[in-house]
């Protein structure tokens, strides 16, 4: 008991830290940007871990990464941690009573996620302000960013889905996870 | 799914929302220093992340001088091995090279401002989701950084503090269109406001409007700060490249590019301090 306490607490850190790295690496200059643009993993491994691990721990996880956005975004503190926290409950409670843990959905429940992001990030603080030209931030910026973490979303999906499997072999070495 | 609106799990979720929700409001209210949250993520995540910066810059040099060694080697075959012994060094040196030649530029806006208290700072973190190439660099209120002092690079003006934490800080360049920065054509000597520009921006350029009608501003003009306070006077800025009517044809804008490569600067100088500068009641 104690020990499958260990490797629980173990899982979450591990958590903590691999969304503490992705984000590290998604901020380096210069690192996976092209052209200016940048994906966002952290995100994308929140829902990952909303998606396996419930609306809950996923939720949780989803406060954590949207706190990291927010301490190096430009956004008002708290924006990414409240829309990324409520993302990946959506996706949790999604992945429990309406859709299969697949690659597909998982794709594109990152998809929506980072889309709704990016539009209201757009509505809140671009363009209800009125400034010329407002459009080229939303297909300059913000949609290349949302297709970009889209299409680097399957790394998170298969390196935290090992992360994912190694513990749970762990916890319960009888039962198989697909 | 009822049932999980219902549950102490929702509830305690509805707590952390609110909490967030606090924050984002304390925020919006007392923009002087970063949340505490956010100081405490600060403090652990900025040095991974110049650690990060550190590496992908060294590994990023590696590998731009083993592309110029392989052309080397493709034109020399018969000097493949000495070329590979003296990469290494190679790559050392250049990297000594280059942070003596940014020291030595910064040394000298020193020597040219002995009034300058400046911090040097290097570029930590790009956030994907940046405003007009904003970034964080990895000094802040320990280093005696404050809320709205100038940034610099060795080529002139980058932008401005708009958040500090204990060690790291938030800048906003002169790309976005929240930043106003009072200028003249040093040649032409009129004076207008540098601001961002979105279209102009994804060319890396600002511009400097309300310059006045009959303004004789034109490509070439270099553009330097006015000071007032928040700016010392006579930062260079950029140069001008293009002068056009403004709508309404009221007053005259100019495309400015920025003498400092904001996109991929790696270095900057924090001015804490400097003559006349104004005391704000945020800092």
Known sequence: MTNKRGIYAAKFLTYLGVLAILYVVQTTPGFLSIFGVAPNLALAAAVYIAVQEGEFIGGLYGAWAGLLCDLGGFTIFGFNAILIMIFCVTAGLLSIYMLRRTIQNYVGMVFAAMLIRGLLDYLLNYYMWGYEQVWRVLTGQILPCVIYTTAASPLCFYLLGWIYRWFSEKIDPQRSVS | ?283
């Open chain 2, 1 to 283: 799914m009822g049932d999980f609106f219902k549950s102490a799990r929702f509830k305690i979720l509805l707590g952390v929302l609110i909490m967030l929700l606090f924050f984002m409001l304390r925020a919006a209210y007392n923009n002087e220093m970063a949340p505490m949250l956010s100081q405490i993520a600060g403090a652990v995540i900025t040095p991974l992340q110049k650690a990060s910066s550190t590496i992908s810059t060294t590994v990023g040099n590696y590998f731009q001088r083993y592309a110029q060694a392989d052309q080397i080697a493709q034109e020399n075959e018969q000097l493949q091995e000495q070329v590979n012994q003296l990469r290494e060094q190679l790559v050392e040196l250049e990297n000594y090279r280059q942070e003596n030649a940014t020291l030595k530029e910064f040394l000298d806006i020193k020597e040219e401002n002995p009034d300058f208290e400046l911090e040097p700072a290097a570029v930590v973190a790009r956030d994907p989701n940046h405003r007009f190439y904003s970034f964080t660099i990895d000094k802040g209120a320990l280093a005696g950084v404050a809320l709205r002092d100038p940034v610099i690079s060795p080529e002139g003006l980058v932008g401005v503090i708009s958040e500090v934490g204990y060690n790291w800080a938030k800048v906003t360049t002169i790309l976005d269109v929240e930043v106003n920065v009072g200028a003249y054509d040093i040649r032409t000597r009129d004076i207008g406001l540098i601001t961002g520009d979105i279209s102009l921006a994804a060319q890396g350029r600002c511009k400097l409007t309300y310059l006045p009608r009959e303004s004789s501003a034109t490509a070439g003009d270099l553009v330097v700060t006015n000071g007032g306070g928040l700016f010392p006077k006579d930062l260079v800025v950029g140069e001008i490249v293009n002068v056009a009517f403004d709508k309404g044809e009221i007053s005259l804008f100019a495309e400015v590019q920025p003498a400092a490569d904001i996109q991929t600067l790696t270095d900057v100088m924090v001015i804490k301090s400097f003559y006349g500068q104004e005391e704000s009641d945020d800092e």
